[in-house]
Structures are given as structure tokens and as C-alpha cells.
């Protein structure tokens, strides 16, 4: 259930139009950023400050989000600058939210889906079949009759099964051959599962020329928020191989998909090296794509978690005391990043005795030798002993049942694969808030 302080609005486009140009529309990103821990401190602190623990009704004080749809659309005009020759397909799977879909489809960009529900959510809100990429490698049958009918012709491969699969089933589609890619430095490696070697690549072409297919490009993935900017390069290098075997076999390779593995911390320096590799190795005539994620989301999305119970530990040698205090989301709701996504959420102080502390440096952890702190870990409201979210915390206050934390940066891999589990609710209000005059025309607000 999301919680909207804006109202749902079919998307118009406006990637080229004036309206993105006008002055009163520019990004300033320093101080969009002031405007946005404005709004979503007020967002935070309205939904807060109006929940009484002692006396709410059963789920009134459950985790929150607040969204800022405005660094979505500075993230985009980031790219833009950064990466003018590519045109992003934002990856659905990263965080399918509604707006955020809504106001990526105004903005002009494509998508990249990876199964039947999230094609269907995107063509739901009105983007065209072109706009889409079924970027999976290894698809469903059922899913690609479904494509087919639905005209999103655009889809990867990497062996040779899935290409008889295609060509059974949607011979029309329009081909990307997914290569390997070094991706040892990237939070989550793909590798493993997706990719043909370049020892692979000349008889899968082959293969796709006898079976009558229509390979238009090539596609690789550096793996999900990477590290290292010369992976671009290499993968980039690679390309320029098969794009060669695939004219030698009579394709008209016209598209090179760069994948995702973008993150806002080192996204300058990879945009550089993999500006630089493209312009060397690929003409201007060459359309490139990429699936970026990660990027769009990750900052856009606060989270705010109450404690729903305390456990006071005393230690018999020291006599010091610390405390386990226990929130109402973990590991099998919107913390399922620290599991399956490698973060490490930082847990800061909203709201305690009556006073909230959101963007003040009271909010902050402070150093475990500092004079009258208090020793914290932070567990979910699981079962499972592994649902823990901080090992181990300090902050000067003395935190009870009925404080609250915030987390920043939770957007990405989050709330689209929390769980049920235990009964307890994957579905979370989103209070959302939007500090950019662009995106607030674009959404019509």
C-alpha cells in the first residue's frame, strides 16, 4: 500500500521537448539537495510525531518510506551530462515503484524488464513495446509467446538453446548476444549465471544466422554496483569483437547494450573511462543503451523503522550496560539488501523522548569510547536469529520502545524482495515527496 502526497497521472514524454530546457527547471543539485532533506524531514516527522505507541491501533506505527521523486530526476539529468550518447533502460527488478516508473517513462527513458510481471507493469502506464528490453538471457516460454504478441521485440541470449527456443517461438525478435565480463569487482557478481565467453561468440552467431534470427547488437553486465571503472572498459573492448563477427556474418549490428553496474558514489569515474571507451571503439551511428538501477533509486528512499521491544544486558565484569532493541522490519522485509544485495544500512536516531533529530548531528552514531553513550545492536521482529540488521551501534541517547530509526539510501533491492515471512506485511506505505520543479511538472503536481 503506498501512501501518495501526489496523484497518479498517465505519463507524457518530454525527452526532447522545451519544458525540461526552461530555466526555472534547471537541476542545482546542491541545492535540491537542501530542499530534499527539507521535505523529507517534514515527511518523516509529520507521520512520526502523529503515532502514540501506547494507544495507536495495530500496525499505525509499521515502517515507512519516504520517496523523493525529485533525485530521480536529478540522477537522470546526472546522466545526461555524464553520459550524453547513452539512453538508459532502468532496471524494473531494482525497485519497481509506480512514480518512479511513472516519472522515468515521462523523462524519456526505456526499461529493462526481466520477466512477464514487470513488461506488463511498464506497458500498463503506457510506454511503447520499443521502449522496453527483455534483458534475460534465459526466458520462460510462456514469456516469450507473451512478448511476441505484446511487440517488445528487443531481448538477450548467451547459448545456443535459448536461440532455438527463439527461433521456435518469436523469430522476429530482435537479439542481443549477452558476452562475459570480468565482474570481480562488483557487489553482486552475474557472471556465474549469464554470459557467453568470446571463445562462444562466433558459433552462436553462426548459429543465429542459420536459424534465420535477427542479431542486432551485443549486451554485457559488469555486475551490480561495481567498483571498477576498467571493467567498462575491457567489456567494452570485448564488444567491439563480436560487434565485428556479427558483421562478418552478414548482421546489421546497430545497438550495444552496456548494462547496469552504475552507483551514484563512483558514477563520474566510471561515466569517464566508459565515455572514453565507447567513443574509441564504437561511431557515432552505433545506439547505445545501458540498465542502470541502483543509480536512479538508491538515495531517493528513506526508511523509518519503529522499536517495537528492548532487552537491557548487563555485563558482570565491566558492569556496563548495553541493549538489543528490536524494530519492526529485518532481513525478510526491506532489509533484504544486507542478505542478497551486500549493504550495510546505517542506523540513525529519528525520534526519542519526544524530540525528533532527523539531519542534526544528535541523530548520528558516535564513537564507541564516547562519554555517556549507550552499546546498541538492532534485530528484526523475526524468529530467525539471523534477522539482525547492526551488530553493534552507539548513540548518546537511551533509546526505548516507541523510538524511531531512519535509514537513508534504502531505495534499491529493498522493498521489492522482502518477504512475508513470519506474517508479518511486504507491503509499506510510501510517503513521497518531490524537491525538483521538473520532475513536479513532469508528474503534473
Not at 526555472?24 to 516527522?45: C, E, F, P, S
Not at 558514477?267 to 542502470?292: C, G, K, S, W
Not at 539531519?359 to 524468529?383: F, H, M, N, Q
Request: glycine letters at 8%; hydrophobic letters at 40%; charged letters at 20%.
Amino acid at each position: 500500500m503506498a501512501t501518495a502526497l501526489v496523484e497518479y497521472s498517465a505519463p507524457t514524454y518530454f525527452e526532447n521537448s522545451p519544458i525540461l530546457a526552461k530555466k526555472n527547471l534547471a537541476v542545482d543539485h546542491n541545492h535540491g539537495a537542501v530542499v530534499a532533506k527539507q521535505m523529507i524531514g517534514d515527511a518523516l516527522r509529520q507521520r512520526v510525531e502523529s503515532i502514540d505507541h501506547e494507544s495507536c491501533d495495530p500496525g499505525d506505527e509499521d515502517t515507512f518510506f519516504v520517496g523523493d521523486l525529485g533525485e530521480v530526476y536529478r540522477q537522470h539529468m546526472r546522466w545526461k551530462k555524464n553520459l550524453p550518447r547513452v539512453k538508459p533502460f532502468y532496471a524494473v527488478k531494482c525497485n519497481p515503484d509506480p512514480m518512479v516508473l511513472q516519472l522515468l517513462a515521462g523523462l524519456g527513458t526505456g526499461f529493462d524488464c526481466a520477466s512477464k510481471a514487470e513488461i506488463e507493469q511498464v506497458l500498463s502506464i503506457g510506454v511503447d513495446p520499443s521502449r522496453i528490453i527483455y534483458a534475460q538471457p534465459c526466458k520462460t516460454n510462456s514469456y516469450v509467446r507473451y512478448v511476441a504478441n505484446q511487440g517488445v521485440k528487443q531481448m538477450t541470449f548467451d547459448n545456443a538453446d535459448e536461440l532455438r527456443k527463439i527461433a521456435k517461438l518469436f523469430p522476429d525478435a530482435e537479439l542481443f548476444l549477452r558476452i562475459l565480463t570480468d565482474d570481480s569487482s562488483s557487489l553482486c557478481r552475474l557472471s556465474l549465471k549469464f554470459g557467453a565467453s568470446l571463445d562462444a561468440t562466433d558459433d552462436l552467431l553462426r548459429l543465429a544466422k542459420e536459424l534465420g534470427l535477427n542479431v542486432v547488437g551485443v549486451s554485457f553486465h559488469v555486475g551490480s554496483g561495481a567498483s571498477d571503472p576498467l571493467a567498462f572498459l575491457k567489456a567494452v573492448q570485448d564488444a567491439d569483437v563480436v560487434f565485428k563477427q556479427g558483421y562478418a556474418h552478414g548482421f546489421e549490428m546497430k545497438t550495444l547494450d552496456v548494462g547496469g553496474g552504475f552507483s551514484g558514489d563512483t558514477f563520474e569515474a566510471m561515466a569517464h573511462v566508459l565515455r572514453e571507451a565507447l567513443d574509441e571503439y564504437f561511431p557515432p551511428q552505433i545506439n547505445i543503451i545501458a540498465e542502470p538501477g541502483r543509480y536512479y533509486v538508491s538515495s531517493a528512499f528513506t526508511i523509518a523503522c519503529n522499536i517495537i521491544a528492548r532487552r537491557t544486558i548487563e555485563n558482570p565484569v565491566t558492569g556496563e550496560t548495553s541493549y538489543m532493541v528490536y524494530v519492526n522490519d529485518g532481513l525478510y522485509g526491506n532489509f533484504s539488501s544486507i542478505m542478497f544485495d551486500h549493504q550495510h544500512p546505517i542506523a540513525k536516531v529519528l525520534r526519542t523522548g519526544n524530540r525528533t533529530y532527523y539531519d542534526s548531528v544528535l541523530a548520528d552514531a558516535v564513537p564507541k569510547d564516547t562519554c555517556a553513550s549507550a552499546e546498541y545492536s538492532i534485530w528484526g521482529p523475526t524468529c530467525d536469529g539471523i534477522d539482525r540488521i547492526t551488530e553493534s551501534i552507539h548513540f548518546a541517547h537511551e533509546l526505548d520502545v516507541g523510538d524511531w530509526f531512519y535509514f537513508e539510501d534504502m531505495g534499491a533491492y529493498t522493498k521489492c524482495s522482502a518477504t512475508k515471512f513470519n506474517g508479518f506485511s511486504d507491503a509499506h506505505d510510501v510517503i513521497y515527496v518531490c524537491s525538483e520543479p521538473g520532475a513536479r511538472a513532469l508528474m503534473r503536481l
